[in-house]
Antibody, heavy 116, light 107 residues
Framework: VQLVESGGSVVQTGRSLRLSCAASGFTFSIYGMHWVRQAPGKGLEWVAFISDDGTREFYSDSVKGRFTVSRDNSEDTMYLDMNDLSPEDTAVYYC??????????WGQGTLLAVSS | DIQMTQSPSSLSAFVGDTVTITCRASQVIGSDLGWYQQKPGKAPKRLIYVASNLQRGVPSRFTGSGSGEEFTLTITSLQPEDFATYYCLQHYNYPRTFGQGTKVEVK
């Protein structure tokens, strides 16, 4: 299993950005996927989940209405579209494949820095 | 949303010590809890799933217990590689929530 995040950058407050998570080594289309973030020097914060077929999405209160998770099962890729970014969104963003009863895999993370 | 209160936020211990970390949920979550270890600059790694089950490949000195609202991670005979930050995560419902983390440092 390999999860590779990309798209992290330095952006200004109020701008938008898309993160990607490229998956390989497993059947991507049959598993839900998560985004988790970690601000510098802070703890882990769960951000979003998308079901295997993309029909169900859940978000943390802190990003609801600004972030949208999506996936392309033909490309084995998950996305996180982030709008109206603020400095509080500065973090390393991880994608994760986590089945409570079985396995748990994480990518290496991609860094988003939002400047004011 | 379910709040996960983790304690202590940090602790100091010697190699060979036994340490205990606690997570309390703001409501009953059954056994829907995992424990993670994170080292600086690395992604988290799950140690325990469904409250008390050892993830494959994780040393048996890590033990999870509890159900309902209160959960414990115990590390017996602390090893040098165990100095890290530990988090609990509830997967009872969405939004999923992590505890605030416990940093285990060398005394």
């Amino acid at each position: 299993v390999q999860l590779v995040e990309s798209g992290g950058s330095v952006v200004q407050t109020g701008r938008s950005l898309r993160l990607s998570c490229a998956a390989s080594g497993f059947t991507f289309s049959i598993y839900g996927m998560h985004w988790v973030r970690q601000a510098p020097g802070k703890g882990l914060e769960w951000v979003a989940f998308i079901s295997d077929d993309g029909t169900r999405e859940f978000y943390s209160d802190s990003v609801k209405g600004r972030f949208t998770v999506s996936r392309d099962n033909s490309e084995d890729t998950m996305y996180l579209d982030m709008n109206d970014l603020s400095p509080e969104d500065t973090a390393v963003y991880y994608c994760s494949l986590s089945e409570p009863l079985y396995f748990d895999y994480w990518g290496q993370g991609t860094l988003l820095a939002v400047s004011s | 949303d379910i709040q996960m209160t983790q304690s202590p936020s940090s602790l100091s211990a010697f190699v060979g010590d036994t340490v205990t970390i606690t997570c309390r949920a703001s409501q009953v979550i059954g056994s829907d809890l995992g424990w993670y270890q994170q080292k600086p600059g690395k992604a988290p790694k799950r140690l325990i799933y469904v409250a008390s089950n050892l993830q494959r490949g994780v040393p048996s000195r890590f033990t999870g217990s509890g159900s309902g609202e209160e959960f414990t991670l115990t590390i017996t005979s602390l090893q040098p590689e165990d100095f890290a930050t530990y988090y609990c995560l509830q997967h009872y419902n969405y939004p999923r929530t992590f505890g605030q983390g416990t940093k285990v440092e060398v005394k």
